[in-house]
């Protein structure tokens, strides 16, 4: 088939071009500059492991010299060390991978092995030159004896006590400067000699000679422990360890370069036989593109006519869908002031009340008012005649006579007081007008809710104002558990709650009941339920409430869209809607609803069926679509 044959050839050609790719990354150029820094740092640590050696085999001959010579060769070695271990992170090998970690440890024990060879030469140098120093103390202190003594033989041991010192400093340069035991023996000897010497020196000769023989002594314990530390040194496995790196690192990167070149030699054929294989298939592509191109022709002319039939039946579907929106537009605007029509008679007899209020307060009002302009006159004449100061007391009291009738008139001060009685109930109508009208202005513009967060209860309170006319009779329990904040379109939840709660109405009809209005949920969730004692929705048309134009009320008593458009707008709100319902007991519907709002637009399309139903009674809410 097509597919098997687009599938193989795409790993065919995935296959060959990852085998491309396979040696073209093996013959990619190596970092030879690091793989010669290297190789020169291995250089470098074998000339100074050399000459550490070197060094420290002499260590007998100048201590001092080892020292300073040590010091810079273990610097130097420590830094050559540490660049080699820079370069093996980024140059990647067994050779390095294998050996370098062993090759550290060994330095740093051939490190502690140098510095105690340092200590031991420089200690038992000290001690040789404090031994001849001792010597040469007491021979001159035994020449000077001499002479002063007047015994010849005397004299004569004296002599043979400082040839003693001689000997004993000779051998112990000798036993210094030699390698092993090989004159440990005479060295001992001499020293024995010195024993009797020193029994028979006098006082001020006996305390030279006693750190001649410490000195010594220590001397000839000494020099076997430095010089078996001098072959532990040499012994190190450093060295080895140096060279078989060396070694290692020379064998991989020739055979790096022996891989190299095989993979060049195999990229070489390879890129050959893709020559001969895309040529291949340039012949067969350009044999098959002067089929298609037939094939084209052939299609192209048959497009030409194809395209005008196309282009007749889209502008037919064109304008049907036009005529389907229109008419769905209007079908939902019909419903909406289905909803309005049904609030009209109820909000109607709601306002005359307020009316009256004005109405009567504006009359009484109006009637006090000639009274009170009379009075206002009389009171004006009275202050003129006062203030003239030359009007007749007669003119007096009959000015006053006739303010006092027009003051009983009026009902005195109680009259004008409940002038702002009246004003108060005027204003009061008004303000009662207006709350209404705002009420009725959310459900004016449905099918336009601006999105935004408010506060369902508010809604609640507002739908339960304007409805109830239709709640005569019904008592209506709110149980606010949680914060009714809400993000969406406020008018549209509204239309909602009007739909939901007209049909609870309806469907306990005339003999009263309950409608229940609780609200819950948590943080991200807002729950409501509306449940009702109606009559309940029979199990067989619960599934289908929820399709448009569905309806179970008298012809002419409902479009079937109040149910459709409640569903369409909670589930744009990101929500759902579920009614439980059992004939005779009452229906409730519960809307879940996210915090957060969903993707929430004007409602502009019939509801669909997708509701959740469950025929089993829950509570009690909205009754029948």
């Not at 294998?98 to 092995?113: F, H, P, R, Y």
């Not at 009275?382 to 009983?408: F, I, K, N, V």
């Not at 339920?529 to 929705?537: M, P």
């Amino acid at each position: 088939s097509a597919t098997l044959r687009t599938a193989l050839y795409t790993t065919s050609t995935a296959v060959l071009l990852g085998a491309a790719a396979y040696l073209a990354w093996n013959t990619r150029p190596t970092d030879d500059r690091a793989r010669t820094e290297v190789a020169a740092q291995l250089q470098v640590l074998k000339e100074l492991d050399a000459r550490w050696d070197m060094a420290i085999v002499t260590a007998k001959d100048d201590p001092r010299q080892l020292e300073q010579t040590e010091a810079n060769v273990v610097t130097s070695l420590q830094r050559a060390l540490a660049e080699l271990q820079r370069l093996s992170v980024s140059l990647r090998g067994p050779a390095l991978d294998t050996n370098l970690q062993g090759l550290s440890s060994a330095i740093e024990d051939k490190i502690v092995l140098g510095s105690q060879v340092r200590a031991q030469a420089r200690v038992l140098a000290d001690t040789l030159e404090k031994a001849l120093a001792s010597a040469t103390d007491a021979a001159a202190t035994l020449r000077t004896e001499a002479a002063a003594t007047t015994d010849p033989r005397r004299r004569e041991r004296i002599a043979s006590g400082v040839a003693d010192l001689e000997h004993v400093s000779a051998e112990l340069v000798a036993f210094w400067g030699a390698s092993g035991d090989a004159r440990r023996a005479t060295v001992a000897a001499a020293l024995a000699r010195l024993v009797q010497t020193q029994s028979q020196a006098q006082t001020q000769t006996q305390a030279p000679l006693a750190v001649l023989r410490s000195n010594a002594q220590s001397l000839l314990d000494g020099k076997p422990r430095l010089e078996s530390t001098i072959t532990r040194f040499a012994l190190s496995p450093a060295g080895p360890r140096l060279s078989a790196l060396t070694t290692a690192f020379s064998a991989e990167v020739q055979t790096g370069l022996e891989r190299q070149q095989l993979f060049r030699t195999y990229l070489l054929f390879y890129s050959a036989a893709l020559l001969v294989l895309l040529a291949w298939i340039a012949s067969r592509l350009f044999a098959t593109y002067k089929v298609i191109a037939s094939i084209n022709a052939a299609l192209q002319s048959a497009n030409e006519s194809l395209e005008q039939k196309v282009d007749l039946r889209t502008h037919e579907l064109s304008s049907a869908l036009a005529d389907l929106k229109e008419s769905e537009a209007q079908l939902i605007q019909s419903e909406k002031m289905s909803s309005l029509g049904q609030m009209v008679a109820g909000i109607a007899h709601e306002i005359n009340t307020p009316i009256a209020y004005v109405k009567n307060s504006l009359g009484t009002v109006d009637h006090r008012l000639d009274g009170l302009t009379r009075l206002t006159g009389e009171c004006e004449g009275l202050l003129a005649m006062l203030e003239a100061g030359d009007t007749p007391d007669a003119m007096l009291d009959l000015q006053l006579a006739q303010l006092s009738g027009a003051a009983r008139a009026l009902g005195g001060a109680s009259g004008v007081g409940g002038l702002g009685a009246l004003v108060k109930d005027g204003l009061y109508g008004v303000e009662q007008i207006g709350q209404i009208v705002n009420h009725l202005r959310d459900f004016s513009r449905l099918d336009r809710g601006e999105v935004q967060q408010f506060d369902l209860h508010q809604g609640i309170e507002s739908t339960l104002l304007l409805a109830r006319h239709l709640l005569k009779g019904i008592r209506v329990d709110k149980r606010f558990d949680t914060d009714g904040t809400l993000f969406g379109s406020s008018s549209q939840m509204n239309q909602v709650l009007l739909n939901l709660i007209t049909n609870a109405a309806q469907a306990i009809g005339p003999d009263g009941g309950v409608i229940t209005l609780a609200t819950f949920g948590d943080r991200d969730t807002l729950v409501v339920e509306i449940s009702d004692t109606g009559s309940g929705i029979a199990p067989e048309i619960v599934s289908k409430i929820f399709d448009p134009f569905f309806t179970t009320k008298a012809v002419g008593q409902g479009t079937g869209l109040g149910l459709s458009i409640s569903y369409k707008i909670v589930t744009q709100h990101g929500g759902r809607i579920d009614v439980r319902s059992q004939p005779g007991r009452g229906t409730m519907f519960r809307l879940s609803l996210p915090r957060s709002g969903g993707t929430v637009v004007g409602v502009s399309s019939t509801g669909s069926t997708g509701a959740r139903t469950d025929p089993v009674p829950d509570t009690t809410a909205p009754a029948t679509p």
